[in-house]
């Protein structure tokens, strides 16, 4: 079992390149599958998710290789449309593929996703909005099976909730549907803008993407292209987070400042100082930070739930008390309760957290129940007393590619252990 090292008390200082966004790819990659085609994807992130969406893509008939960072699909013979139960078990958000298979192959079946480390996964929205585009959906055993009547035919869509998986899954299905698809309260995060803009740059006609109401023209084909992913929002809080706690400078290059905007504001409320240049970021941290009055986790542009753990990590030595809401999913402070192992002081009900900040946190083994908090984990690791064991580090390789490298670049003392 995979572990991860680290000892405490060392400052970060340096630069780092941030990654290409996770939750931008994988959507990117479904969307590979609508029309023949090669996609050259670049700032591709290394990790086991994406891998997932790799060999999910090569089980359905495409092809897939590796040039440094930048991946290359092949879908020009996709011939299958069906996603095995394993592969659907291996990727939490596997559903993405729903939508471009139906778009693709006028069929899909996959198991339902059901629960996860987050909480139950409802896909309601998902079916909601493809049914709409004349989908024939069943669920039968465990099972989604999905049928085209006839063609795909654009409508209007109200979503009752601006779901980022359910606006992923339409918009790439509507991309080639037999005229205009509106989506109304749609989800507006960086991540759908980037979708948008890869599956335009194939041929797509969607406009809007960024606001509630989204706009997709069907066209008949898409063609070949190359999109440069991203950088990851989340990534970069986190890192920006771990700065904050440990105290150090660092600058972030390849960055986009203006997708952090809910989280620039809360991290200099709590004492340091970011400096923001085009791609870059830059956060100074001399001192023990503050508290924070009340964070709530809000579809964006509010503060999001991925970034909820990294800066609770944070507040937990904050001079003072934070308090945190957690509006998007049920089951999201599993970290609280290893936090508290270390010596945080942290009181959870439902969905609102307590922290009172702590003079100190405590080297011990901790687990990682899920990607962001498992992360908050080694953040805690890097300023505790002695030395902090974080295990199920596969939770946090889901997202970041080589955190215990970054770290010790910046000169922290981590190592990964594979026994
Ligand atoms: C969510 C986050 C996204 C984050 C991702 C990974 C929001 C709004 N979305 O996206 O920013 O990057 O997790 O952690 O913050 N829901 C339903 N029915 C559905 C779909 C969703 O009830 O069919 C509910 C979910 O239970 C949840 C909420 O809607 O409470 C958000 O879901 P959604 O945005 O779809 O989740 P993800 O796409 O995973």
Redesign the pocket.
Known sequence: MSCIYVEGGHKLNGEIDLQGAK?SCLPILAGTLVGKGISVIHNCPRLTDVEAAIKILNSLGCKTYWKGRDLIVDANDVNCDTISETLMREMR?SI?FLGAIIARMGTAELSSPGGCE???????????GLKKLGVDIKEERGFIKCKVNNKLRGTKIVLP??????T?NIMIASVVAQGETIIHNA?Q?P?IVDLANYLNSRGANIKGAGDSCIVINGVKKLGNTEHTVIPDR?VATTYLSAVAMTTGDVLLNKANPQDLDSIIPVIEEMGSRIFVEKDKIRIVSKDRVKAIKTIR????PGF???AQAPIMALASIAKGTSVFVEN???NRYKHAIELNRMGADIKIEGKVAVVKGVDKLFGTTVKSHD??GGASLVLAGLVADGVTKIEDIHHIERGYQDIDKVFKDLGAKISRSDV
């Not at 987050?118 to 909601?128: E, F, N, S, T, V």
């Open positions: 939750n958000s993405v987050l909480g139950p996964r409802p896909i309601d929205l998902h079916i909601y909730f601006p779901s980022v998986g359910a992923e989800a995060e991540e989340i986790t809000m579809p964006y999001p739930t991925d998007i999913f049920e990607l962001r």
